[in-house]
């Protein structure tokens, strides 16, 4: 079993950043391939970034090339999705998955195996 807890989200102003992390128990974190979802209100968990078990691949949603960008520490077994030029578009809750079978593109939820509570964005003038 792999914990993993989000933290990091914020009330922000719009066009402003925040950087949310996800730390991870996971014995050998490079098992695992690490991505992003969001729920906004009223909407359905999307994917939004995804990031290959070593780190040299991304992957994003459309409506974030350019804006977010998705790391990872494999000696801290963390991610990090550094998000700037925050739209009201943004608002969501953010969750951070794990996934030994997906792979860095993987968009689809029913691939990753782990879950973290998720992290509340707000983005507002």
């Known amino acids: 079993q792999v914990q993993l807890v989000e933290s990091g989200g914020e009330l922000v102003q719009i066009g402003g950043s925040l950087r949310l992390s996800c730390a991870t128990s996971a014995r050998t974190f490079t098992d695992y391939a690490m991505a992003w979802f969001r729920r906004a209100p009223g909407k359905e968990r999307a994917f939004v970034a995804g990031?290959?078990?070593?780190?040299?691949?991304?992957y994003y949603e459309d409506a974030v090339k350019g804006r977010f960008t998705l790391s990872r520490d494999n000696a801290k077994n963390t991610v990090y999705l550094q998000m700037n030029s925050l739209k009201p578009e943004d608002t969501a809750v953010y969750y951070c998955?794990?996934?030994?079978?997906?792979?860095?593109?993987?968009?689809?939820?029913?691939?990753?195996?782990?879950w973290g509570q998720g992290t509340q964005v707000t983005v507002s003038s």
């Open positions: 998955a794990a996934s030994a079978r997906a792979k860095w593109k993987s968009t689809a939820p029913v691939l990753y195996d782990y």
């Open positions: 990031i290959s078990r070593s780190g040299t691949n991304t």
